[in-house]
């Protein structure tokens, strides 16, 4: 399948299919990463922005999010004509896609998280894009796989230093409690070796061991 490819600012990647059935391709093949842009209520490409990996969506640049919003617009056969639009934005994790749902066709697993913005028309966004603009073929049920193959490997690492952790906190522990152990036992050898010493004060030993030899 064909995919276009921007590069936006910052050296993002954006990305979008030529028609519907691509874009059932990008809906099913995305990445954690991935953000979906739509234009509200109108028929449009679906845009995608690739984040950096654990990236929140809460730091991306206000800018860039309207560079994918303007490529959007500029990519609705309805929206490109009209000078304001409203653009709806989510995570591809988001994204719910039904076997009874027509191709091209949308929807989400929670509205809450979808974001809208209104967009006024700039050309000038939409040429700078179009000069970077790229046509391939991409391997998306592998660039997903490797990405899962990552998270899995990344999960595990996780979960061994997880482990480290617990096996450390585990000794750390069993060493206080002996050294606890040690500075009790040192206590009580001294309380007995103090009570020793107060019973001999008056010399009573002293004369006692003197008169053995006598």
Not at 28 to 42: A, K, N, Q, S, T
Request: aromatic residues 8%.
């Amino acid at each position: 399948k064909m995919v276009f490819y921007f590069v936006a600012s910052d050296g993002y990647t954006i990305y979008m299919g030529k028609d519907k059935y691509e874009n059932e391709d990008l809906i099913r093949y995305g990445l954690p990463e991935d953000i979906w842009f739509h234009v509200d209520d109108l028929s449009s490409a679906h845009v995608y922005l690739r984040l950096r990996k654990d990236q929140r969506l809460e730091d991306v640049d206000s800018a860039i999010i309207m560079e994918c919003a303007q490529l959007v617009k500029a990519n609705s056969i309805e929206g490109c004509k009209l000078k304001d639009v409203y653009v709806i934005y989510t995570r591809w994790r988001n994204l719910h896609k039904t076997t009874s749902m027509e191709a091209g066709q949308i929807g989400f697993h929670d509205r809450s998280k979808l974001k809208r913005i209104k967009v006024t028309k700039d050309n000038s966004i939409v040429n700078k894009l179009n000069k970077t603009k790229q046509e391939l073929y991409p391997n998306l049920a592998e660039e997903q796989e490797e990405r899962a193959r990552e998270f899995r490997a990344a999960a595990k690492e996780e979960k061994r230093r997880q482990e480290e952790e617990r096996k450390r906190e585990k000794r750390e522990k069993e060493e206080e409690m002996k050294l606890k152990t040690y500075e009790s036992l040192m206590n009580s050898e001294n309380m007995i070796a103090n009570t020793e010493l107060k019973a001999t004060a008056d010399n009573s030993s002293a004369k006692e061991f003197e008169d053995d030899f006598m």
